[in-house]
């Protein structure tokens, strides 16, 4: 059974950073894409970055270039997400996904984690 599950999420301040951690198990994620989304009250959710399992390639939304980074460790199947200088438009409820085959910007992904909450205070 894959879980993927969430941790790092938090309060912070406007220009502020947060790691968020996205612990993978249950199979193999050597073809995958494991991404990241946001989903912020009221409104869809939203692609924020990916990486291929494999090699490390990653992508990223418009609104979080430059500011965010993803990276995974592939001997603890750990995704992580830095966010640095946080906007409080970046307050969402922050998911983990991990998807068989290419990437995808929208919400067709295989297997997702339950969330962690962002709140940045301006």
């Known amino acids: 059974q894959v879980q993927l599950v969430e941790s790092g999420g938090g309060l912070v301040q406007a220009g502020g950073s947060l790691r968020l951690s996205c612990a993978a198990s249950?199979?193999?994620?050597?073809?995958?894409?494991m991404a990241w989304f946001r989903q912020a009250p009221g409104k869809e959710r939203e692609f924020v970055s990916a990486?291929?399992?494999?090699?490390?390639?990653?992508y990223y939304g418009e609104s979080v270039k430059g500011r965010f980074t993803t990276s995974r460790d592939i001997t603890t199947n750990t995704v992580y997400l830095q966010m640095d200088n946080l906007k409080p438009e970046d307050t969402a409820l922050y998911y983990c996904?991990?998807?068989?085959?290419?990437?995808?910007?929208?919400?067709?992904?295989?297997?997702w984690g339950q969330g962690t909450q962002v709140t940045v205070s301006s």
């Open positions: 996904a991990a998807r068989y085959g290419p990437i995808e910007v929208t919400t067709n992904y295989d297997y």
């Open positions: 249950g199979r193999t994620f050597s073809n995958h894409h």
């Open positions: 990486i291929s399992w494999s090699v490390g390639r990653t």
